[in-house]
């Protein structure tokens, strides 16, 4: 099976018919192919070279747009970022280290937020990988207030720490975890953050 005719099945349009161009293209908000609706014994004699790179160029462009702009059930970042908080990382530290707003991060642990960008998610897993066992510095008062507040909001709404998340099911809609909060001390204080690359639009989720 050609690419495009590898494209048409993936789209649900293609019904194994070898003349058949369909719409599958137009289903799947693609640009249709040259041969749509014609013979395709005949169609390529009658179609340009250029004709067809435009269309290719057309369906990589789209393809592209459409993959950045999906969106994703905010469920399993809503509660990484909840069990960072149960460990004493308040939201304003999470923002930080994200470069994003705060009231994002707020929202999004609130529950308020159903959908997250696909860059988002992605920075929300660094981060809870990096941090997921740690707890923040408390050197300072302002530290061990913000660190104190983090762990009762945690406790107030049963939000567990990592230890307490099924990581086969966090990303499936709907997941809530069986436990609630522990105290949990971590086994050392949280390096500073490093993206692995640049947060780039991660910081548009609402």
């Known amino acids: 099976?050609?690419?495009h005719a590898d494209l048409r099945a993936a789209a649900g349009g293609f019904n194994g018919s070898?003349?058949?161009?369909?719409?599958?293209?137009?289903?799947a908000g693609l640009p249709a192919h040259p041969y749509a609706g014609?013979?395709?014994?005949?169609?390529?004699?009658?179609t340009g070279?250029?004709?067809?790179?435009?269309?290719?160029?057309q369906h990589m462009t789209t393809l592209f747009v459409v993959s950045a702009s999906a969106r994703l059930d905010a469920g399993?970042?809503?509660?990484?970022?909840?069990?960072?908080?149960?460990?004493?990382?308040?939201?304003?530290?999470?923002?930080?280290?994200m470069n994003v707003r705060p009231e994002a991060i707020q929202k999004l642990v609130r529950g308020d937020t159903t959908t997250v960008s696909p860059q988002f998610?992605?920075?929300?897993?660094?981060?809870?990988?990096?941090?997921?066992d740690k707890r923040p510095p408390e050197t300072t008062r302002s530290e061990r207030r913000a660190a104190s507040a983090a762990r009762r909001r945690a406790e107030r709404n049963s939000w567990p720490a990592a230890a307490g998340l099924d990581e086969d099911e966090l990303?499936?809609?709907?997941y809530r975890p069986f436990c609630g909060y522990r105290p949990a001390?971590?086994?050392?204080?949280a390096p500073d953050f490093r993206p692995a690359s640049s947060p780039g639009k991660a910081r548009e989720i609402a």
Do not use: F, K, V
């Open 171 to 174: 990303d499936e809609p709907g």
């Open 18 to 27: 070898r003349w058949s161009c369909l719409t599958a293209e137009s289903q």
């Open 76 to 97: 399993g970042t809503t509660w990484r970022l909840r069990s960072l908080i149960a460990m004493g990382h308040d939201s304003s530290r999470i923002a930080r280290a």
């Open 185 to 189: 001390t971590g086994t050392s204080i």
């Open 121 to 132: 998610r992605d920075l929300a897993c660094q981060l809870w990988n990096a941090w997921w």
């Open 1 to 3: 099976m050609s690419g």
């Open 38 to 46: 014609r013979d395709p014994r005949t169609a390529s004699r009658r």
């Open 49 to 57: 070279r250029t004709t067809l790179t435009t269309w290719r160029y």
